[in-house]
């Protein structure tokens, strides 16, 4: 429990060990969830420069055809479920308190659950390198291929009980989320005054609350037929591959949305305060980011166009496909409305904002270009569709966390990470990510398919191949930059202030870093940019009380009980019927204390 008393502003907090695994601070989760996304973030960067090399020459030596499988796939599953997403839900876990003037999310301890939860399932998955073999099947682990007969060691059942994992842990957060932004507001904060971010988280939470479901049942029947021999996705007993992919896809697409909207949440907190004017057409972006949620289920078989689906499901899901991209285009322009006319302060977090833009309309672009089935069908798992998905996911979705990172990073440290290395870190990401993914186009119009590990000199692939791995180069030494740029912060005094950018919304009204109980009193909101609303009006803040008693969630271990005990069952699932009765009686220890655990 935490108490603020008087003028004082901070609580003792212990810093060792045994207080983070203990801690219920949705601050120090949404840390440690940034800090291991991007621990995941390098390693997928390795597995990607290891497949880059391997392509610089024609008929490259550096990776075998199996270990080019398991990196290729490792490296998807690690970026899209173990970087992207927790990077996201570090500043989900962060923020979404102080945007909203809430002391805590509404579960703190089931967000310290899905914390352990998530690095459970990510060291699982990452384990199976050292274990028989990584998964090789593609992070869509396309049936048949993905069955026992085809896939014969652990790797892609290393897939199905990882995938699992993860996704309890996803699911857990993403309901707290969900009730902590709906149940939590301060006072004056009608949902119409949120911050474009947290509507972005919202939209986040519904998606994955109502896709993950999906994608566990397709994950269950592809581990009864790996393992029991059931035969739900093989042709040869009656089962359907087809199938697994309605029901990876019907997924699958959400899950790009859920990548891609924290970013524009983000980009859409950074553009206002960096040009200094209130974001143009709020309720657009806000309506359009809602749209994106509710469409993304309508679109998933477009990625099945060439399987046969017949001329009724192409016209329906191509005409969905367009129509998506019209809410995205009215986000594009309502950013450029914001900067148009402002006063533009160009520091990194804006070159990066600002490069999200650009980068995610020429994958916004070519993705309106595959609503097209012949066009779709000249391009499929050829390298234009491996270009399309990293300028989404790279141009998009990485440039967006790292614009957040420079603009939040004063805020969660109290330290301004130093401008002139930002600089040179974003100038050598934007180079390098358009000298990988871009010649990536020509390869496929030029038809290098997707997914093969060697190629011969006369297939004229051997120039763009060389650049991209160059590319790709230029991206590692640019994170390599970035990260000697936090370290040589995190060794300075903190210089940033309270609110060094002069920022619109809730979290700038407090310390930096925050304190245990965020706030030492609830502001009230009375607009929709409540600290430019305050200062505009002469509205100071409110006064501490001189008996101010703030009541916080005391530190549990069960949680990580908890998350020990859903491990063994993950790890129970592939080997012996005792780790995984070992499982069921620590998960049942733990629930039990749970329960009875004391938060007074």
């Known amino acids: 429990m935490a108490t603020a008393i008087g003028a004082m502003t901070h609580t003792e907090e212990d810093y060792g060990l045994w207080s983070w695994l203990t801690t219920v601070d949705h601050k120090r989760i949404g840390a440690v969830y940034t800090v291991a996304g991007f621990l995941f973030f390098l390693v997928g960067g390795l597995e990607a420069v290891a497949v880059r090399t391997q392509l610089a020459v024609p008929n490259g030596t550096v990776l075998d055809a199996e270990s080019y499988n398991q990196f290729f796939t490792m490296h998807a599953l690690t970026m899209i479920f173990l970087a992207i997403m927790p990077m996201g839900a570090g500043f989900f876990n962060y923020f979404i308190p102080l945007q909203i003037g809430a002391r805590d999310v509404a579960f703190p301890r089931l967000n310290a659950l899905s914390l352990w939860i998530f690095l459970g399932g990510g060291l699982l998955l990452n384990s199976s390198f050292f274990l028989g073999g990584a998964p090789n099947g593609g992070w869509f682990g396309y049936a048949p291929l993905s069955s026992i007969e085809y896939a014969k060691t652990s790797g892609m059942t290393f897939y199905v009980v990882g995938l699992l994992t993860l996704g309890v842990s996803t699911l857990i957060a993403s309901l707290n989320f969900a009730v902590t932004i709906i149940n939590m507001r301060a006072p004056g904060m009608s949902m119409m005054r949120l911050p474009v971010f947290i509507w972005m988280v919202l939209v986040v939470a519904f998606l994955l609350i109502l896709s993950l479901p999906v994608l566990t049942v397709g994950l269950l029947q592809l581990y009864f037929d790996r393992v029991w021999g059931t035969s739900f996705f093989s042709p040869a007993t009656g089962g359907d591959p087809i199938l697994w992919q309605h029901i990876f896809w019907i997924f699958g697409h959400p899950e790009v949305y859920v990548l891609i909207l924290p970013s524009m949440g983000i980009v859409s907190e950074v553009l206002p305060v960096m ?12 309506f359009a980011g809602a ?35 019209i809410p995205t285009g009215i986000k594009i322009f309502n950013w450029l409305g914001t900067m148009y006319g402002g006063n533009i302060r160009f520091v990194t977090a804006t070159y990066f904002a600002v490069a999200f833009i650009a980068m995610f309309t020429i994958g916004g672009i070519s993705g309106v270009m595959h609503a097209s089935p012949p066009v779709d069908g000249h391009h499929q798992d050829s390298y234009f569709v491996v270009a399309h998905l990293h300028y989404v996911l790279f141009g998009g979705a990485i440039m967006g966390i790292f ?33 990988t993914f871009f010649p990536m186009h020509f390869l496929g119009l030029a038809g290098m398919p ?34 000697i740029n936090v370290i040589k912060t995190m060794r300075k005094d903190k210089d940033a202030g309270d609110d060094p950018w002069g920022g619109a919304t809730l979290e700038w009204a407090t310390s930096s870093p925050p304190p245990a109980h965020d706030f030492d009193v609830i502001p009230e909101v009375r607009d929709r ?72």
């Open 275 to 286: 040009s200094k004017k209130p974001l143009f057409g709020y309720s657009a972006i806000v």
């Open 291 to 325: 749209a994106i949620g509710v469409l993304g289920f309508g679109v998933w078989a477009h990625h099945m166009f060439t399987t046969g689906l017949g001329p009724v499901p192409q016209v329906v899901f191509s005409a969905s496909t367009m129509a998506i991209g």
């Open 403 to 435: 614009s957040g990172l420079f603009y939040w990073f004063p805020k969660m440290s109290g330290r301004m990470l130093d401008e002139g290395l930002g600089k040179i870190t974003f100038w050598l990401m934007f180079v390098g990510m358009n000298l």
């Open 450 to 483: 997707r997914r093969i590990y060697r190629y011969d000199a006369d297939l004229g692939w051997e120039t763009w191949n060389m650049v991209a791995t160059l590319g790709s180069y230029t991206i590692a030494l640019s994170v390599f930059i970035f990260l």
């Open 529 to 600: 940019d409540p600290l430019w609303h305050d200062r505009d009006h002469g509205i100071a803040r409110a006064a501490v009380p001189e008996h101010n008693h703030i009541h916080m969630p005391p530190p549990s271990y069960f949680p990580l009980i908890v998350a020990l005990g859903a491990l063994l069952l993950a790890v129970g699932s592939m080997t012996h019927l005792s780790v995984l009765g070992l499982g069921v009686v620590i998960c049942i220890y733990g629930v039990w204390g749970w329960a009875l655990e004391p938060t007074d």
